[in-house]
């Protein structure tokens, strides 16, 4: 048996959020010029557009909020340059790992602890010149209802989930993703951008082209955006159910904290 399902989502997760390009305005008010995204291919497509990839995840632990940052730029990163980062008035260490090519490992790659708060103020430099300044809103998180333990992939599917607070995003997209263990562990998954004022969804009926799903996950995002320049930011978040191997998992757990820690896992 092998943890490789939930790994599989992130990687879709980050084919979502990773063409993502960073910078942005001194201002949490709304993007009011944003494309009117059809589909994630789309979405992928203006990301693609921007030569700074920054984005964050949050989630509310307690009184605190634990966020995680990663990025990528279309410029060439060299071991010899230097970066600065602050967050909500935080310095975090940021480091250049030299190997095949060079990567920016920002706080050792775990999370910040931050005081709770509803935007982030990020300043980010490299080699002395400023990067990103500017503050970003973050998105409301997704609640996601229980589904049923056994579904009938051949009949529409209906997902519902509430936000806190309950506001719309700037963006809001969901995946339904689905594993046969008796074929080879062959997968079929369902992306798709949906209404902001959305709270439910109906996945169509035989979304998994399976002989039998085994394993089923569906997960909903919540995405806010910022751009300035040649840069884009992307706060994102988001909740999923699953029935997660042979456990159904009743929990709605945080699809994020669970893989971005696991990653690539195969048990035999």
Not at 197 to 216: E, G, K, M, V
Request: glycine share 4%; hydrophobic share 35%.
């Amino acid at each position: 048996m092998r943890k490789l399902s939930l790994a599989l989502i992130y990687v879709v997760a980050v084919m979502l959020l990773l063409t993502a390009v960073s910078c942005g305005k001194k201002s949490t008010e709304p993007e009011l010029d944003l494309p009117n995204f059809q589909d994630i291919d789309q979405f992928e497509e203006y990301c693609g557009n921007f030569g700074w990839n920054f984005r964050l995840g949050y989630e509310i632990v307690g009184k605190d909020m634990e966020v995680w940052f990663g990025f990528e730029s279309k410029s060439e990163i060299s071991p010899d340059d230097t970066y600065t980062l602050v967050v909500n008035n935080q310095n975090v260490p940021v480091e250049v790992r030299d190997g095949v090519e060079p990567i920016i490992i920002i706080n050792g790659w775990d999370e910040i602890v931050l005081p709770n708060s509803t935007s982030l103020a990020i300043k980010f430099t490299r080699n002395n010149t400023v990067i990103i300044n500017t503050s970003i809103k973050l998105p409301s998180y997704p609640s996601v209802q229980d589904l049923p333990e056994t579904i009938d992939w051949t009949e529409p599917v209906t997902v519902k989930w509430s936000l806190t607070p309950n506001k719309n995003n700037h963006l809001q997209a969901i995946m339904a993703y689905g594993e046969s263990e008796l074929n080879d562990y062959l997968s079929d998954s369902h992306e798709v951008m949906i209404d902001v004022s959305a709270r439910q969804y109906a996945i169509p009926a035989n979304t998994f082209s399976l002989d039998d799903t085994d394993y089923f996950a569906v997960v909903v995002w919540e995405i806010n955006l910022k751009k300035h320049g040649d840069g884009l930011v992307v706060a994102y978040c988001s909740d999923y159910v699953s029935n997660e191997d042979e456990v159904y998992s009743r929990n709605n757990k945080r699809i994020f904290d669970k893989t971005r820690k696991m990653g690539y896992q195969q048990e035999d």
